[in-house]
């Protein structure tokens, strides 16, 4: 038997048992505080609860508790969102003091890594690129940053002013960018990154 915390998400019962999550909804969904608060109940057949549906109440529980579990669960997607906009803050900073360490623990293992003029790279390229020395950021500046979750990932986009210099090459550019963010162990990793150069200003 395997402890799960109920809460309420837009009408509908869900719940999170130990070591897994519903499709969508960040981890941890629910605090201790708020798990004593809404109650507790038994799932009876674990693993495969995962991303299940409650059909029925296991609790009873009170219109003011309803209200606070759906309040609690836009504090968690609102704190996801800024956990996110603060890994890209970190990012950008790394690029510019060729910090490989924050950006090897914020990438995934698995991330592709789209670049302005359309090639890509994996994780290990990504850092190579750094650690060779070939590429040297000297500016890596966000404007109009923003993050959404769509369906059970954190998207970010935003414009980012750049000045670089790749393998004795200066550059000055601003790109249009998407930044896909997914729970990989409790955490938010980087999965997905599209660069789009942004062409020149006018005269």
């Known amino acids: 038997m395997q402890r799960v915390l109920l809460s309420v998400l837009s009408g509908a019962f869900i719940y999170l048992c130990d070591g897994c999550r519903p499709t969508g909804i960040p981890r941890p969904l629910l605090s201790a505080d708020s798990a004593e608060k809404l109650g507790e109940w038994v799932c009876p057949t674990p693993p495969r609860c995962k991303g299940l549906t409650v059909l029925r109440p296991c609790i009873s529980m009170n219109d003011s508790s309803i209200s606070d579990s759906r ?3 836009g504090r968690v997607l ?8 603060t890994l890209e803050q970190e990012r950008f900073a790394a690029y510019v003091q060729g910090d490989v360490a924050v950006l090897d623990r914020t990438f995934a293992d698995d991330l592709v890594y789209f670049h302005s003029n359309g090639l890509s790279d994996p994780k290990s390229g990504v850092l190579q690129s750094f650690t060779s020395g070939d590429l040297k950021i000297s500016r890596f500046e966000a404007e109009d940053l923003q993050v959404r979750q769509i369906g059970n990932v954190m998207v970010a986009t935003g414009l980012v002013h750049v000045e670089l210099v790749n393998k004795g090459t200066a550059a000055k550019f601003d790109i249009r960018y998407s930044a896909v963010y997914a729970d990989q162990g409790g955490k938010w990793r980087l999965v997905h990154v599209q660069n789009a150069r942004m062409p020149p200003a006018k005269a």
């Open 78 to 85: 609102a704190d996801s969102a800024e956990n996110v906009r």
């Open 71 to 73: 309040l609690l669960a």
